[in-house]
């Protein structure tokens, strides 16, 4: 079974970029997390699908962070415009129910890096 | 404001002996507790967790210790094997909040041959 897929796996930018990850989640999961971890410090929560749907969106950090999941398959994130603090790595995460005992299964990530 | 705390970002320890991983948590609604092991270029990946209803969880060579007073965990790893040289997040989930998972900074263990 394939894991969760991140694409690209490093992307470089300019300030002022715009800038497109995707995730795709493993089969069946109708759960999909974004998270990001800037500059070796927490692992951040982003925001939580449940299909297409926006659960919570609690942690992403301002409006130039757009998410979607048409269709509740595949994910993106789009940052429009990028800047130097948006540099971290963007970690994917998917899991087939909700809850307390759920595991997520995260991707290898996308390391964003904005000059 | 970090609300689960790792002081160490490094820890070395010769292959054989105990690796202890210490973790501190400030917010009082957590009940669910996670550790996650990161390898270079990889994604984390969930190695083991304890509810707050228990003070023990174990599994292999893995165990983890949760003193909920102390608000404080800790992962021991016995014997530590050079392949357990990784970066380990603690983490954990509020009550009312179960999707969202809270990391801590992460220690980098290094196992020594």
């Known amino acids: 079974e394939a894991g969760v897929t991140q694409f690209p796996s490093h992307s470089v930018i300019e300030k002022g970029q715009t800038v497109t990850l995707r995730c795709d989640p493993i089969?069946?999961?109708?759960?999909l997390y974004w998270y990001r971890r800037v500059m070796g410090k927490e692992i951040k929560f982003l925001l939580h699908?449940?299909?297409?749907?926006?659960?919570?969106e609690s942690g992403m950090p301002n409006n130039r962070f757009l998410a979607e999941r048409t269709g509740g398959t595949y994910s993106t994130l789009k940052v429009q415009p990028a800047e130097l603090e948006d540099s971290g790595v963007y970690f994917c995460a998917s899991s087939q129910l909700p809850g307390a005992n759920n595991e997520q299964f995260f991707g290898p990530g996308t390391r964003l890096t904005v000059l | 404001d970090q609300q689960v705390k790792q002081n160490s970002p490094s820890l070395s320890v010769q292959e054989g002996r105990i690796s202890i991983l210490n973790c501190d948590y400030t917010n009082s609604m957590f009940d669910y507790f996670l550790w996650y092991k990161k390898y270079p270029a990889e994604g984390p990946t969930f190695l083991i967790s304890?509810?707050?209803?228990?003070d023990k969880n174990e599994d292999g060579r893995f165990t983890v210790f949760l003193n909920k007073s102390a608000k404080h965990l800790s992962l021991h790893i016995v014997p530590s094997q050079p392949g357990d040289s990784a970066v380990y997040f603690c983490?954990?989930?509020?009550?009312?909040?179960?999707?969202?998972?809270?990391f801590g900074p992460g220690t980098s263990l290094s196992v020594i041959p």
């Open positions: 304890i509810s707050s209803i228990k």
């Open positions: 699908f449940v299909k297409e749907s926006k659960q919570d």
């Open positions: 983490a954990a989930r509020e009550m009312t909040s179960y999707d969202k998972v809270i």
């Open positions: 089969s069946g999961h109708d759960n």
